[in-house]
């Protein structure tokens, strides 16, 4: 058998479906080919919201297909990471019985003080408690941090070898 040397750049060429077959795109997984158009190959995809799509395999591999489109946001791809709710931790709604206006933070009536928490992964963390207000805000700001770290964690697009 002779052995070719197949390296255009792209290898477009060259797929193998087998390769590509259950790979991850952000939401989506790679089900099916679904042949070629334009001298691009599609993909058929299956989001996570149960939706199939058609992709393009540049726009996949490139990370700029991550959804069907019902993530238009990419910040906003990802919803449940180990049993955490990542758009619930990013929403900045504040309950309606806060009385700092500020998520995670609360006035302990006895005391005075203001105390900021955190909850993540269905454990609440306590972060503090402070003279005030600004020292809690400032505390749950970082608390915050954790899970920019925990987000930044978990949006690796598909580890290429
Ligand atoms: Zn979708």
């Known amino acids: 058998m002779e052995t070719r040397k197949n390296d255009s750049g792209t290898g477009s060429e060259s797929i193998r479906r087998k390769d590509w077959l259950g790979k991850?795109?952000?939401?989506?997984?790679?089900?099916?080919?679904?042949g070629r158009d334009g001298g691009k190959h599609y993909w058929r995809c299956l989001c996570d919201c149960g939706k199939e799509?058609?992709?393009?395999?540049?726009?996949?591999?490139?990370?700029?297909?991550?959804?069907?489109g019902c993530r238009v946001d990419p910040v906003n791809t990802r919803h449940f990471v180990e049993g955490t709710c990542l758009e619930s931790i990013k929403s900045k709604k504040v309950f309606a019985n806060n009385t700092s206006g500020v998520r995670g933070v609360y006035r302990n009536k006895r005391t005075g003080r203001w105390s900021a928490q955190i909850t993540f992964q269905g454990r609440t963390r306590y972060l503090g408690s402070f003279e005030e207000l600004e020292d809690a805000v400032r505390a749950?700001?970082?608390?915050?941090?954790?899970?920019?770290?925990?987000?930044?964690?978990?949006?690796?697009?598909?580890?290429q070898k």
């Open 24 to 34: 991850r795109f952000g939401n989506l997984t790679v089900v099916s080919y679904d």
């Open 53 to 68: 799509t058609r992709s393009c395999q540049s726009n996949l591999q490139s990370g700029h297909t991550r959804s069907c």
């Open 140 to 159: 749950r700001a970082k608390g915050e941090k954790i899970f920019q770290e925990f987000l930044e964690i978990h949006d690796v697009p598909g580890k």
